[in-house]
């Protein structure tokens, strides 16, 4: 059963598969790596909440599911530290620090001496988020990842945070810049499959015991994604939030004229597309978002 619904689940994320497509020994590594890793908290799940057969296939199909996304999530990393190291190596604006000097391994903007940096994240990722005209391009189902972004805007966000760092950063240190700019790399794209039917687990009065515990793993992941997308807007996007269709009551809020007023909803939608990104759970991490906002702007 394993087996069968790790094939079945592999094949809705693209990003998962190698170069060459699936082959019989791609499969048997996915297994072995799924049983080493989850095997044990998996069966104790099993034996907890499992009441027949069927409950048995729809708890393991969902521990499989989100424990794919968490690989594929991995694997988005390793890819774009990829892409970053290809835009470093071929734009003029980037040179390596010489191994003579301290801090192999690390990038700097061409023509300076910067020590390696070493300081807070914080004012990075705004930098990241202060370039303008970011462009991103739409996915297509010949691409298997969502595209961070242009090659153009990916080398204008490295310009800008080595600027702010004032120093040599190694590109494992831009990866974590740019996925808290760029959120949405991490969301693995799914593919629904024709024999999908079955697989998607819903809640009702009558739900069962495993199909509870399996709606109340959803809200509690929904719950922690919400709070860290909260965790990253500034003290003003959280008032904003429950108004981002009323831009009269941005105006007011803000005190700014009507046209600011638009202007702030339309970046504080598209850091929050960005930040919640496109995934299975986008609808109830919204909703998480807008309800933490708007209890925060009540208690005011």
């Known amino acids: 059963m394993i087996n069968k619904l790790i094939r079945e689940e592999a094949r809705r994320l693209p990003v998962l598969a190698p170069p060459a497509g699936w082959q019989e020994a791609d499969w048997e590594d996915l297994l072995n790596e799924f049983l080493a890793d989850r095997l044990k908290p998996v069966t104790a799940n099993l034996l907890a909440q499992a009441s027949d057969d069927d409950s048995v296939g729809r708890l393991l199909r969902t521990s499989i599911r989100y424990w794919l996304i968490d690989q594929s999530r991995e694997t988005a990393v390793v890819s774009l530290g990829r892409s970053l190291k290809n835009v470093l190596t071929d734009s003029d604006a980037f040179e390596t620090v010489p191994s003579g000097e301290e801090g192999v391994g690390r990038w700097r903007l061409s023509g300076t001496t910067a020590q390696p940096w070493s300081g807070p994240f914080d004012r990075l990722i705004q930098a990241a988020y202060a370039v303008p005209n970011v462009k991103i391009p739409k996915w297509t189902s010949e691409t298997r990842r969502a595209p961070v972004a242009d090659r153009a805007s990916i080398q204008a966000v490295i310009q800008a945070v080595l600027s702010t760092a004032a120093g040599s ?92 007023a638009y202007h702030h909803a339309a970046c504080l939608k598209e850091k929050l597309r960005q930040l919640v990104g496109d995934g299975d759970e986008v609808r109830s991490v919204r909703l998480e978002v807008i309800r933490l906002c708007s209890e925060a702007v009540e208690t005011r």
Request: proline share 8%; aromatic share 4%.
């Open 169 to 260: 950063m190694e590109v494992a240190q831009l990866v974590e810049v740019f996925t808290a700019r760029f959120p949405v790399v991490l969301d693995p794209v799914v593919v629904p499959l024709p024999d999908d039917e079955g697989s998607q687990i819903t809640a009702d009065a009558h739900a069962s015991a495993e199909e509870i515990a399996v709606a109340r793993e959803d809200e509690d992941r929904a719950a922690t994604a919400g709070a860290g997308i909260v965790a990253m807007l500034s003290p003003q996007e959280r008032r904003m939030v429950p108004y981002l269709d009323r831009p009269g009551e941005i105006q007011t809020l803000l005190g700014c004229g009507r046209s600011q």
